[in-house]
């Protein structure tokens, strides 16, 4: 699929615009042949050829700037994807279980440690709400993490969390963001069993 540009009729294909281009140039040397070879020397014609030749060159630069813009942006868009599987596998390598979550406590990312640590395959963790897990004072959970977004401040707290068919677990947490997303760092409380592998 070519690249694809905006324009005021609506998205145009790079390619198709190339095709678009080459016919207009041949179309335009026809007709600069045709009135060379009638003689005619009408000066509103050759003022007319002139000024087409004029915007068709200069529809050939913009081509051209447009060709290289999208060579960048092609170039662009290998980074961003390098850039962030590198993010990626630091996140999910992380000792520590890592979630990063919306105001209302919704998972939107999980590293495999959390997915050990609430026994919950990490693909099945992503849309859930990191309340369900918490067994007791549930409310003040969701007031402490609605607070935390909204002041952008760090908070730490002490959770008791049931994960998936094993029984609850004090664990401490600290958690920092904005009111876009919350970051959470949870630690088993000293003396807790470690959690087991992620199923």
């Not at 440690?113 to 990191?130: E, Y």
Request: proline content about 4%; overall charge positive; hydrophobic content about 45%.
């Amino acid at each position: 699929m070519g690249f694809r540009i905006r324009c005021p009729g609506g998205i145009v294909a790079l390619d198709s615009l190339e095709l678009q281009l080459a016919s207009a140039v041949e179309r335009y040397t026809n007709l600069q042949r045709r009135a060379e070879t009638r003689g005619d020397s009408s000066t509103l014609l050759q003022k007319t050829l002139a000024e087409l030749g004029t915007a068709l060159e200069e529809v050939r630069v913009a081509q051209e700037h447009l060709i290289e813009s999208r060579t960048r942006m092609e170039q662009m868009q290998v980074q961003l994807r390098e850039q962030a599987e590198k993010y990626w596998q630091l996140f999910d390598a992380m000792p520590e279980a890592y979630v990063v979550s919306r105001p209302d406590s919704t998972i939107v990312e999980v590293n495999k440690a959390a997915a050990q640590l609430f026994n919950v395959s990490q693909r099945f963790l992503i849309g859930k709400t990191l309340s369900v897990f918490v067994c007791e004072n549930r409310s003040g959970f969701l007031v402490a993490s609605a607070r935390a977004a909204a002041e952008a401040v760090s908070t730490e707290m002490v959770l008791k969390l049931r994960p998936r068919e094993r029984a609850p677990l004090t664990v401490n947490a600290r958690v920092s963001g904005d009111a876009g997303t919350l970051r959470w760092v949870l630690r088993p409380a000293v003396g807790e069993a470690s959690p087991g592998a992620a199923m």
